[in-house]
């Protein structure tokens, strides 16, 4: 534990060394495309429009709330789309494949490692941050009021933030001795999101009717991560405190359990990548 | 005052097996046990019980044949692997040049990549903001710096990785063979900063196989050998150590090899070999021996050695016209050197029954590579009685790297204005 935090410490220490590899990864990844980074806002726009077109016309949402509104419906997807497509989903991809990728630099230079599952959930989280914008231009264009419960939103990103990372430093250590995680990931993050309240509401009464189905969702961190985004930007509600700082705690525990992995398979790390 | 002090370093690299991964990822999965499934199939002892301390300001070498855990060394003083026992205590700033440019990523430019690299190498934005300038006018890549890396020539790549990293100004500098893919004007301007380095007092642990560069830049050296520290101490004398051993292992493979293809012949390739030996043997060259001037066979040269070519020949008959010939060949197929006895001007007499040929060269006088050898015995109108062609090779090694196919008996000398260091002389 206080092994842990000496290290955290010293993390703090690389702090410019994370930034500018995030920065790094952003320009790099636009780097000769013509419209740069402009690309970060398009990318949710688009993903916007095809889910407004497709659940919003061509299978039409069976909430009575949407039925008059396709529109509406497709702000709602994109309160959960945005937060999972734009950054959890590619954060935990990368990052089971960032240590194998970056296998050089960990075998040839002297930095913590744990950097790199860092950079991969920020420089993601940032992106999600340029398609915030478009999130929030919806909100009048698609007919809701702004409402005070959006300054919620910071807390709902930060626990997105805690879970994410946990994860990502599980994952990418793991995957460095299991390789079948990688495959294993792209399924299950599928499987994950439609198990997760974001093409449905969580307060759906086939959902809150059904005790497993009901446990399952309770049980689902994200389910609470997805729900405070929706609260905050499409009902208009206050954020569940308690269902949110549980998971706040789980995510924490995540944190400190993915680390103390990451930190016992490190030394293995420069010899299996 | 030690800048880098190692005790009783041991390192053991762990093996795992895919068949292995595959259980463990089951009962990992099943069980949940995955600690204690990452266990390794096999061990290696990359590092055994090394211990040695480096002087601070002074230049140390460690050199010994590949696998023999001169890289691992290096990664375990500059902190990348962790000792598995043992004690390693570095004073100062350490950097490693121990594959320069790792860090870079191909899409972003110079510019960009000399920010990451410097910040990944420990200094401050401020610092590398200072030192840009410096940085990019040594890797002399003014015109590209604002290219991506990508499309950097691999001279290009390195020279920038090397600028960097000498431009960290460390106390403790570690080099690891980096100097091995630079192009041939850059190397030299990397060795004077490494000069640069040692005059100003700072500690450089310097790995290479280049033995000449370590003799010259290297106070004291360290020969590895599986691991293990077989020798230590001043340059040359190591070196020497180093190079008999490495000799002696050449001569037993050589061996090994001859012995291998004489197998072979006895059942497949004796036809093979009749084609390079012709003649109807009315004389017969019945075995040939390469040897030293002292008389024991061996087929590894040094150039300033001598060779004796020893042949046993049986005359089966009374017989008045022959020449005995050689001629020593490169591996590109070139005649180094050809001569017969009648070339010479020695007049044939007689020959008859068994008896003994040596042809006795006193200085080889030839440059790096492998030699082969064709005997001859025919008469003085070229009809062959007993020819040889290429069935005998021999390898000629040297710690100089000169070129050519000779090497005249040669010495340099200046005038007193034009002052050089003249190399210690050695005798192998």
Redesign the interface.
Known sequence: MLNLIAKTKDLYKYR??IQ??VS?EL??RY??TILGFMWSFINPMLLLIIYTFVFGYIIPARWEMMQDSPSLYALFLFCGVLPWQVWFAPSILESSNVLLMQG????????PTEILPIVAVTSNFVHFLFGLPILLLFIPILGKPFTPFLLFLPLVILVQYVFTLGLALLVSA?TV??R?IKDILANLLTFWFFASPIIYPVMWERIQSHQIIKLMMDLNPMTHIMWGYQNCVFFGEMIRWKRLGVTFLVSLVLLFIGYY?FD??R??F???V | MHAIEIENLTRIYQKYSSQHRFKTFKSALLKGDLFRSLRPDELVNALDDVSFAIETGSTFGVIGENGSGKSTLLKVVAGIAKPTSGRVEVRGKVAALIELGAGFHPEITGRENIFINGIMLGLTKKQIQDRYDDIVRFAELEEFIDAPVKTYSSGMYMRLGFSIAINVNPDVLLVDEVLAVGDASFVPKCLDRIDDFRRRKKTILFVSHDLSTVEKICDRVAWLKHGRVQTIGESRRVIDAYLQDVTEKAEDAFEQRQHEIEQEEHFEEAEERRENRWGKREIEIKKVRMKGLGGKEKHVFSPDEGMVIEMEVEAYSRIRDFVFGIGIFNAQGILVYGTNTLLEEYDAVEAQGKGKVSCRLERMNLVNGTYYLDVAIHKRDGYPYDYHRSLYSFLVSSRLKDGGIFRPDHTWEFSENFRLKPPERRDT
């Open positions: 410019v060394l500018s590899l790094r320009k790099a780097r000769g050089n630099l960990i075998k040839k230079m002297l930095f793991l001795h299991f079948d992995v016992k398979l030394d293995s420069p010899e299996e």
